[in-house]
T-cell receptor, first 112, second 112 residues
Framework: GESVGLHLPTLSVQEGDNSIINCAYS??????FIWYKQESGKGPQFIID?????DKRQGQRVTVLLNKTVKHLSLQIAATQPGDSAVYFC???????????FGSGTRLQVQP | EADIYQTPRYLVIGTGKKITLECSQT?????MYWYQQDPGMELHLIHY???????EKGDLSSESTVSRIRTEHFPLTLESARPSHTSQYLC???????????FGDGTRLSIL
C-alpha cells in the first residue's frame, strides 16, 4: 500500500505486504530528515534518519528514500506486521535551526 | 528504555487551577523541547531550551511558561488552566539543536 501523507492521512495494508508512507517537505535548505513512529498513548519513537547527501538508507525492515529534486521523502516498511500499526511522522531540519519541523502524520493500519 | 520521563501521564483538573507538568531526562542533553499535540495530529513546538537558564517561545503561541534551572529538568507551568489548554503535552531532548529528539510518553491534560 502507498499513501501520499498529507492528503491521505490513513493507510491500510494487509499483514505481510510492504507499506510506503510518503512525505512532502517544503524547505529546500533542509539537510536532515527523520521518521518517527508514534503508538497510541506513547511519545514519538525514532525509526530512521537520513542526511541530504544521501538518497537512500536502510534499517531493519525499513528504508528511507530522499528525492531532493521534488522535495519528497518516503518510508518503506517491508513485510508489515500488526506491531507496525501507528502514526508515522516525518521531520526535517535545516542546519542551524532551533528544532525539527514535523509533518502532519500518516496513520498506518495493518489488517491481519 | 525511556531516558526521558514525564509526570503525570494523565491529569483531569478544573478551570483556574495552577498546573505544573514535569519532564526529566538522564542523557545529559542541553537541548530540551515542549510540544503540544492534539490526538493524531502534528506536533507544535511551544517552548525550547538550549541549556540552563535559556528558554524561548516556540512556533505555537502558548500561555504556559517553562523554566530550566537544572540540565535534566524542564517543567512546564500553566498559572490558570482553561478548557482550551486541553491537549497532550510532549517533552523531548536532543544533543544538538536540529538533531534527533528523544521523546517522553507525554501528559494528557484535560481541563473541565
Amino acid at each position: 500500500g502507498e499513501s501520499v501523507g498529507l492528503h491521505l492521512p490513513t493507510l491500510s495494508v494487509q499483514e505481510g505486504d510492504n507499506s510506503i508512507i510518503n512525505c512532502a517537505y517544503s524547505n529546500s535548505a533542509s539537510d536532515y530528515f527523520i521518521w518517527y513512529k508514534q503508538e497510541s498513548g506513547k511519545g514519538p519513537q525514532f525509526i530512521i534518519d537520513i542526511r541530504s547527501n544521501m538518497d537512500k538508507r536502510q534499517g531493519q525492515r525499513v528504508t528511507v528514500l530522499l528525492n531532493k529534486t521534488v522535495k519528497h521523502l518516503s518510508l518503506q516498511i517491508a513485510a508489515t506486521q500488526p506491531g507496525d500499526s501507528a502514526v508515522y511522522f516525518c521531520a526535517e531540519n535545516k542546519a542551524g535551526r532551533r528544532a525539527l519541523t514535523f509533518g502532519s502524520g500518516t496513520r498506518l493500519q495493518v489488517q491481519p | 528504555e525511556a531516558d526521558i520521563y514525564q509526570t503525570p501521564r494523565y491529569l483531569v483538573i478544573g478551570t483556574g487551577k495552577k498546573i505544573t507538568l514535569e519532564c526529566s531526562q538522564t542523557m545529559g542533553h542541553d537541548k530540551m523541547y515542549w510540544y503540544q499535540q492534539d490526538p493524531g495530529m502534528e506536533l507544535h513546538l511551544i517552548h525550547y531550551s538550549y541549556g540552563v537558564n535559556s528558554t524561548e517561545k516556540g512556533d505555537l503561541s502558548s500561555e504556559s511558561t517553562v523554566s530550566r534551572i537544572r540540565t535534566e529538568h524542564f517543567p512546564l507551568t500553566l498559572e490558570s488552566a482553561r478548557p482550551s489548554h486541553t491537549s497532550q503535552y510532549l517533552c523531548a531532548s536532543s544533543e544538538s539543536p536540529g538533531g534527533a529528539q528523544h521523546f517522553g510518553d507525554g501528559t494528557r491534560l484535560s481541563i473541565l
